[in-house]
């Protein structure tokens, strides 16, 4: 395929985004991860048809990395609202407690099995293995409460919980992404550092670009310009980071967090951007899926299968943590930890940040595990949610469409 | 305290910080480039685009109080971040940002199209076509009289040419040197959003002029030929090939033109992508097809504009995607310009310049008089005609390959009086439409004007 043709394919799938973020009639539209797409991407990738070739896959990687930093630029300008609203600090708490929870316990699972099996060449190998899985598993995607909330027209004290901690919980993965990047700096550095300063430099470079950026649109800057320095200083740091073999996905995130925390105009500025997340979206989720190669480890399925398990479980622990503590959680049942088990947009981007960093073995199989965990939370947490909520008396039955309506949406 | 000098102390204390920023955000990539010599190839691409972005905002905006464009600022802020003076941005980099011209191109010719409206042109056709006469017959022929005036000036291999060979490449010189740009009168009006008879004036003639050149070019060419190289016999047989090209232009362009008023009619929505599938995917297919991308692009504009009610949301939709892309553009084509070519080259390229301008100033002089113009449009109608960018440059790499012995040199001094050209040309036009009173007072929508819709949580 002509590179051409490929980005004027991406560029159709990204109008075809742009709709699905317009209307309401179109919210609940697709399955909440966009693992549908990862799927389409699958297909055409060097591995099945190959109308996208490795080659043409890897001349696109700028592009690429653009998409998950915008992506994880957006997460960060986002974090800690829900909505308009921010979110309380019991959510903020749940959210990390969960994320640490639900990854380490990922991470622990994997480390083992890889153990076991001998995966991985070297112990830095299978660290980043091990954590990569981890921090690509730990989260639950946003757009999973919001995408039942909207079909079911859910309205309620746990649906406003779930929703938070799904607002809650993408920091911890992200840090953890740059501590493992930190892991192999790259050998063209010419200023030796100590290991440990990276990711305080990814952090800081986010943190302090961010800043500046929140500086300039305090000031009366055009509509115009504001994009200008929204677009300028996300691709400063992209490129900058991306240079030193940092996490573009870090620095981005902390970026957009740290605007919004600097910046008097964070509201302004997460209504001019949010628009552009479903645009940008399945464009980067077709090319991860253009990246899968089941064939990279013989060992694939067994590490997914422990990573999912332990994730299960994980997410059902965090569900009894909350139960014993709300009412509310409580009426749901003790499987309602399992409604947070989808995970999507923020999980398949660190795998393919992952598979772009660390090509090979340990890149692979991240961001196969990240798109096989998202899949497999398609099952049960738009599920598992809807039950929750319906058990906790907060689904408005009446104002539910009719299977028929429903489907045309 | 006044409200006058509390707005200027403000201002200045925005304009400190927003330096202070520059001057951070260009450390840190300065840090960068030091600390990874090494290219990370498309990705380090990213990265000067970004800086660009943001050095272009920032400079424009600091430079504005002096009253000079925008474009200036974007400008100035590529020849400081390009590969000739902090080479924060190298040429390998510079080279590989061509695609971001091609959308820029794209957009520009459309935005021009879709800003000439007939009824304006109708009523100023007389002073169009007396311009378009005057500046491009008597004012290239006295270009190349100058050009042949500076002869013991100029680079040894063009000054040692026989007598008919160098009269030839005077030719050439003149030819080049009534082309004018598109995207720098764009680049002001974008930012000024002036209206009135100079504006439409100078749109009509620099949109027009473009296929001029590209004539008589082919002509000249034809012409010169035998002259330069003694080989060759005469042959305009180039011109049936332009002609195929252009007639082919306006068709696709009329197509293209009448399917964009469709679109704005029914469906209206996600134009920013759909300019990006235009600007990248129509301008592969016209690159293949070898039609003139600016031409098709721009009768485009003009059919959506004037064959359609489409014309005013058009316009809006490019303004609010081109402002981006513009700061880009001009910013790489600073960061292009041959900065030490321009330090060896400046005195007889200032010359060239200057002599350019005053056959264009005393062109348009008589253009007016000719055409019974109104005092202002006598007055300024030329400040539009200065500026100068990507065409001659393409124009002169075709003269260097055309003319392997003479084309380097040739080249080079079209480079350095094309970039004194480049940015003096804007600031010109921008003071003429302020004089003018042309330039629109009514402010752009400010960042904190936004209403955020209520968003789902």
């Given at each position: 395929m002509?590179?051409?043709?490929?980005?004027?394919g991406?560029?159709?799938l990204?109008?075809?985004g742009?709709?699905?973020?317009?209307?309401?009639?179109s919210?609940g539209?697709?399955?909440?991860?966009?693992?549908e797409?990862?799927a389409?991407?699958?297909?055409?990738?060097?591995?099945?048809?190959?109308?996208?070739?490795?080659?043409?896959?890897a001349?696109?990687?700028p592009?690429?990395q653009?998409a998950l930093?915008w992506?994880?630029?957006?997460?960060?300008?986002?974090?800690g609202?829900?909505?308009?609203?921010?979110?309380?600090?019991?959510?903020?708490?749940?959210g990390?407690l969960?994320?640490?929870v639900?990854?380490?316990?990922?991470?622990?699972?994997?480390?083992?099995?890889?153990?076991h099996?001998?995966?991985?060449a070297?112990?830095?190998?299978?660290?980043?293995?091990?954590?990569?899985?981890?921090?690509?598993?730990?989260?639950?995607t946003?757009?999973?409460v919001?995408?039942?909330v909207?079909?079911?027209?859910a309205r309620?004290?746990?649906?406003?919980?779930?929703?938070?901690i799904?607002?809650?919980d993408d920091?911890?993965?992200?840090?953890?992404?740059?501590?493992l990047?930190?892991?192999?700096p790259?050998?063209?550095?010419?200023?030796?550092?100590?290991?440990?300063d990276?990711?305080a430099?990814?952090?800081?470079?986010?943190?302090?670009?961010?800043?500046?950026?929140?500086l300039?649109?305090?000031?009366?800057l055009?509509?115009?310009?504001?994009?200008?320095?929204?677009?300028?200083?996300t691709?400063?740091?992209?490129g900058a980071?991306?240079r030193?073999?940092?996490s573009?996905?870090?620095?981005?995130?902390?970026?957009?967090?740290?605007?919004?925390?600097?910046?008097?105009?964070?509201?302004?500025?997460?209504?001019?951007v949010?628009?552009?997340?479903?645009?940008?979206?399945?464009?980067?989720?077709v090319?991860?899926?253009a990246?899968?190669?089941?064939?990279?480890?013989?060992?694939l399925?067994?590490?997914?299968t422990?990573?999912?398990?332990?994730?299960l479980?994980?997410?059902l622990?965090i569900?009894?943590?909350?139960?014993?503590?709300?009412?509310?959680a409580r009426?749901a049942g003790?499987?309602?930890?399992?409604?947070l088990m989808?995970?999507?947009a923020?999980a398949?981007?660190?795998?393919?940040?992952?598979?772009?960093?660390?090509p090979?073995?340990?890149?692979?199989?991240?961001l196969?595990?990240?798109a096989t965990?998202?899949?497999?939370?398609?099952?049960?947490?738009?599920?598992?949610?809807r039950?929750?909520?319906?058990?906790?008396?907060e689904?408005?039955?009446?104002?539910?469409?009719?299977a028929?309506?429903q489907?045309a949406? | 305290?006044?409200?006058?000098?509390?707005?200027v102390?403000?201002?200045?204390?925005?304009?400190?910080?927003?330096?202070?920023?520059?001057v951070?955000?260009?450390?840190?990539?300065?840090?960068?480039?030091?600390?990874?010599?090494?290219?990370?190839?498309?990705l380090?691409?990213?990265?000067?685009?970004?800086?660009?972005?943001?050095?272009g905002?920032?400079?424009?905006?600091l430079?504005?109080p002096?009253?000079?464009?925008?474009l200036?600022?974007?400008?100035v802020?590529?020849?400081?971040a390009g590969p000739?003076?902090?080479?924060?941005?190298?040429?390998?980099t510079?080279?590989?940002?061509s695609p971001?011209n091609?959308?820029?191109l794209?957009?520009?010719?459309?935005?021009?199209g879709a800003?000439?409206?007939?009824?304006?042109?109708r009523?100023?056709v007389r002073?169009?076509?007396?311009?378009?006469?005057i500046?491009?017959?008597p004012?290239l022929?006295?270009?190349?009289?100058?050009?042949?005036?500076?002869r013991p000036?100029l680079?040894?291999v063009?000054?040692e040419?026989?007598?008919?060979a160098?009269?030839?490449v005077?030719?050439?010189?003149g030819?080049?040197?009534?082309t004018?740009s598109?995207?720098?009168t764009?680049g002001v009006?974008?930012?000024?959003?002036a209206?009135?008879?100079?504006?439409?004036?100078t749109?009509?003639?620099?949109?027009?002029?473009?296929?001029v050149?590209v004539?008589l070019v082919?002509?000249?060419?034809g012409v010169v030929?035998?002259?330069?190289?003694?080989?060759?016999s005469?042959?305009l047989?180039?011109?049936k090939?332009l002609?195929?090209?252009l007639?082919?232009s306006?068709?696709?362009?009329?197509?293209?033109?009448?399917f964009?008023?469709?679109?704005?009619?029914?469906v209206?929505?996600?134009m920013l992508?759909?300019?990006?599938v235009?600007g990248?995917?129509?301008?592969?297919v016209?690159?293949?097809?070898?039609?003139?991308?600016?031409?098709?692009?721009m009768?485009?504009?003009?059919?959506v504009r004037?064959?359609?009610?489409?014309g005013?949301?058009?316009?809006?939709?490019?303004?609010?995607t081109?402002?981006?892309?513009?700061?880009?553009?001009?910013?790489?084509?600073?960061?292009g310009?041959d900065?030490?070519?321009i330090?060896?080259?400046w005195p007889?390229?200032?010359?060239?310049?200057?002599a350019?301008?005053?056959?264009?100033?005393a062109?348009a002089?008589?253009?007016?008089?000719?055409?019974?113009?109104?005092?202002m449009?006598?007055?300024?109608?030329?400040?539009?005609?200065?500026?100068?960018?990507?065409?001659?440059?393409?124009?002169?790499?075709?003269v260097?390959?055309?003319f392997?012995?003479?084309g380097?040199?040739?080249a080079?001094?079209a480079i350095?009086a094309?970039a004194?050209?480049?940015?003096?040309g804007?600031?010109?036009?921008?003071?003429?439409?302020?004089?003018?009173?042309e330039?629109?007072?009514?402010?752009?929508?400010?960042?904190?004007?936004?209403?955020p819709?209520?968003?789902?949580g």
């Amino acid at each position: 395929m002509n590179p051409v043709l490929l980005l004027m394919g991406l560029l159709v799938l990204s109008y075809l985004g742009s709709f699905l973020v317009g209307g309401r009639t179109s919210r609940g539209a697709g399955l909440p991860s966009g693992v549908e797409y990862v799927a389409l991407g699958f297909l055409f990738g060097p591995h099945v048809l190959d109308l996208v070739g490795g080659d043409m896959l890897a001349s696109f990687e700028p592009v690429v990395q653009v998409a998950l930093g915008w992506l994880a630029f957006t997460v960060g300008l986002d974090f800690g609202y829900a909505g308009e609203k921010r979110v309380r600090p019991g959510s903020l708490l749940l959210g990390t407690l969960g994320a640490v929870v639900t990854g380490g316990a990922v991470a622990t699972a994997v480390w083992f099995t890889i153990r076991h099996l001998h995966i991985g060449a070297s112990t830095r190998d299978q660290i980043l293995l091990a954590g990569g899985i981890g921090a690509a598993c730990s989260e639950t995607t946003r757009h999973a409460v919001r995408w039942v909330v909207e079909r079911q027209n859910a309205r309620g004290p746990l649906a406003e919980r779930l929703n938070e901690i799904a607002h809650a919980d993408d920091l911890l993965p992200l840090i953890a992404v740059a501590v493992l990047f930190a892991l192999e700096p790259t050998p063209a550095v010419a200023v030796p550092l100590p290991l440990r300063d990276w990711p305080a430099i990814t952090v800081g470079i986010g943190l302090l670009i961010g800043g500046g950026a929140s500086l300039l649109v305090r000031s009366e800057l055009k509509l115009d310009e504001t994009w200008a320095v929204l677009f300028g200083v996300t691709l400063l740091a992209i490129g900058a980071t991306a240079r030193l073999s940092l996490s573009t996905l870090t620095v981005s995130f902390f970026l957009g967090m740290a605007m919004a925390a600097f910046s008097q105009h964070g509201r302004e500025l997460r209504a001019m951007v949010a628009p552009t997340e479903r645009p940008v979206l399945l464009p980067a989720l077709v090319l991860a899926g253009a990246h899968i190669d089941f064939q990279s480890s013989p060992y694939l399925a067994v590490v997914a299968t422990a990573a999912i398990a332990a994730r299960l479980v994980a997410k059902l622990v965090i569900g009894w943590l909350m139960a014993a503590g709300s009412p509310t959680a409580r009426k749901a049942g003790a499987l309602v930890g399992l409604a947070l088990m989808s995970s999507g947009a923020l999980a398949i981007s660190i795998g393919l940040a992952f598979a772009l960093r660390f090509p090979g073995q340990v890149g692979d199989t991240v961001l196969v595990v990240a798109a096989t965990s998202a899949l497999f939370g398609e099952f049960v947490g738009p599920y598992r949610l809807r039950r929750s909520l319906e058990d906790a008396g907060e689904v408005d039955r009446a104002a539910i469409p009719p299977a028929g309506a429903q489907g045309a949406t | 305290m006044s409200g006058g000098a509390a707005a200027v102390r403000k201002g200045l204390g925005h304009h400190a910080v927003h330096l202070l920023l520059l001057v951070a955000f260009g450390a840190l990539l300065f840090y960068v480039t030091r600390a990874v010599p090494e290219v990370n190839g498309g990705l380090w691409m990213i990265t000067a685009i970004g800086f660009l972005l943001l050095a272009g905002t920032l400079l424009s905006e600091l430079l504005m109080p002096l009253g000079l464009p925008s474009l200036t600022g974007y400008l100035v802020a590529g020849v400081v971040a390009g590969p000739y003076v902090l080479n924060l941005v190298d040429v390998q980099t510079v080279k590989s940002m061509s695609p971001i011209n091609t959308l820029a191109l794209a957009l520009i010719a459309l935005a021009g199209g879709a800003e000439l409206d007939l009824n304006a042109l109708r009523k100023g056709v007389r002073s169009l076509a007396w311009a378009t006469l005057i500046q491009s017959l008597p004012g290239l022929l006295l270009v190349s009289v100058s050009f042949v005036a500076v002869r013991p000036m100029l680079p040894l291999v063009l000054r040692e040419l026989p007598w008919g060979a160098f009269l030839g490449v005077s030719l050439l010189w003149g030819a080049l040197a009534i082309t004018r740009s598109p995207s720098a009168t764009l680049g002001v009006l974008a930012q000024t959003r002036a209206h009135g008879p100079l504006t439409t004036f100078t749109l009509g003639f620099v949109m027009s002029s473009d296929i001029v050149v590209v004539v008589l070019v082919a002509v000249i060419l034809g012409v010169v030929k035998p002259l330069v190289d003694p080989a060759a016999s005469f042959s305009l047989e180039s011109l049936k090939t332009l002609g195929h090209d252009l007639f082919g232009s306006v068709a696709l362009g009329t197509t293209l033109g009448l399917f964009i008023a469709a679109y704005l009619r029914i469906v209206n929505r996600q134009m920013l992508v759909v300019l990006l599938v235009l600007g990248f995917g129509v301008s592969t297919v016209l690159d293949y097809l070898q039609f003139d991308a600016l031409l098709t692009f721009m009768v485009a504009g003009f059919i959506v504009r004037n064959l359609s009610n489409q014309g005013q949301k058009f316009l809006q939709h490019i303004e609010s995607t081109g402002t981006v892309v513009y700061v880009v553009f001009f910013a790489i084509a600073g960061a292009g310009l041959d900065v030490p070519l321009i330090r060896v080259m400046w005195p007889v390229a200032l010359i060239m310049a200057a002599a350019r301008g005053l056959i264009t100033y005393a062109g348009a002089r008589v253009s007016g008089w000719l055409a019974k113009d109104s005092p202002m449009l006598k007055r300024w109608s030329w400040s539009g005609m200065i500026s100068q960018a990507g065409l001659v440059l393409g124009l002169a790499a075709m003269v260097a390959r055309e003319f392997p012995g003479i084309g380097p040199p040739f080249a080079s001094l079209a480079i350095a009086a094309v970039a004194i050209n480049q940015l003096v040309g804007p600031i010109l036009f921008k003071v003429a439409l302020d004089r003018a009173g042309e330039t629109s007072r009514v402010e752009q929508p400010s960042f904190s004007s936004i209403r955020p819709p209520a968003m789902p949580g």
